[in-house]
């Protein structure tokens, strides 16, 4: 049996803001694995234990760059602490990281790292810029991720803050797009459609879906009708097109589409650290580990 320590029930916590006592049975049931954990709680508190778990987990920015209305680039930058993300030089080199991207399509972030470039004096790489803004800064920092755009449709973006970021490629209306950018960065579908939807994504749902059924009592045929009503909620729910529009929840994103004449033909959607297990410093285990160092060195 996994220890469960306090510091894994405030991750949990904080991933699915369920009750405390909930999250510690959650993972010992679970034998300390934060996802079945985390699934456990969907199965017996519903849609709630899952409103927080998008949060961010790690610092940095999401900077893009769009040159000519038809190329462009998202780019996610991380680094260490939110004092950082402040740091004119890392934004510097972050913004210039989407324009390198955009102007080159290097193939990966080690080609991307291989480009020419300087800045605080170092060079002649962005990657030897890294590194010197490392020592420079006092703080690790790194390119996680990155998409370019470019080709015969036109591109509209949205950025809330530094943290998140949208690309848009789309026909039609300008205003439109721009829009349905801010649609995705404040409801952050999963796929343009609920075909697009990838199949690991159902499955889950439809696990937790079964599981809850299950614990319903219902017979098997209503049950049957229970899980994949809740499949198809969800679909609606991930789906752009189908998600009711922010500016005006009478309609979809789909239908303020067509009254415009306009396509959407692909979003790009970066939020700062998602997916990244952030690090949850046991404070008493540190100073508790640092006595012992210190009694056993004397």
């Known amino acids: 049996m996994a220890a469960i320590t306090a510091s894994m029930v405030a991750e949990l916590r904080a991933k699915t803001d369920a009750p405390m006592m909930e999250c510690k049975k959650a993972l010992t049931e679970a034998d300390g694995d934060m996802a079945k954990a985390e699934e456990l709680l969907r199965v017996k508190l519903g849609s709630k234990a899952g409103k927080a778990a998008a949060r961010i987990t790690s610092e940095g920015v999401v900077a893009q760059f769009i040159e000519g209305g038809k190329t462009a680039a998202l780019i996610e930058v991380n680094c260490e602490t939110d004092f950082v993300t402040k740091n004119d030089s890392f934004l510097a080199i972050a913004n210039a990281a989407a324009k390198l991207v955009a102007q080159h399509n290097p193939v990966s972030v080690e080609a991307l790292g291989a480009l020419p470039y300087e800045q605080d004096g170092f060079g002649p790489t962005l990657e030897d810029v890294r590194k010197g803004l490392i020592g420079k800064i006092g703080e690790n920092m790194s390119f996680r991720r990155f998409k370019r755009i470019s080709g015969q449709h036109s591109v509209a973006s949205y950025l809330h803050g530094t943290r998140i970021g949208v690309l848009v490629e789309y026909e039609g209306q300008e205003t439109a797009a721009r829009d349905t950018a801010m649609h995705v960065a404040a409801m ?111």
């Open 188 to 298: 952050k579908p999963v796929s343009l459609t609920s075909a697009d939807v990838p199949e690991e994504f159902i499955a889950r749902e439809r696990s937790v879906a079964t599981a809850k059924a299950a614990e319903s009592g219902k017979p098997p045929e209503i049950a049957a009708k229970m899980i994949e009503g809740s499949v198809q909620k969800y679909l609606k729910e991930v789906s752009l097109f189908d998600q009711p529009f922010v500016k005006n929840d009478k309609q979809t994103v789909e239908q303020m589409l067509k009254s415009v004449q306009t396509k959407v033909h692909s979003f790009t959607l970066y939020v700062v650290g998602e997916g990244i297990e952030k690090k949850v410093d046991d404070f008493a285990a540190e100073v508790a580990a640092q006595v012992a160092a210190a009694k056993h060195s004397a």
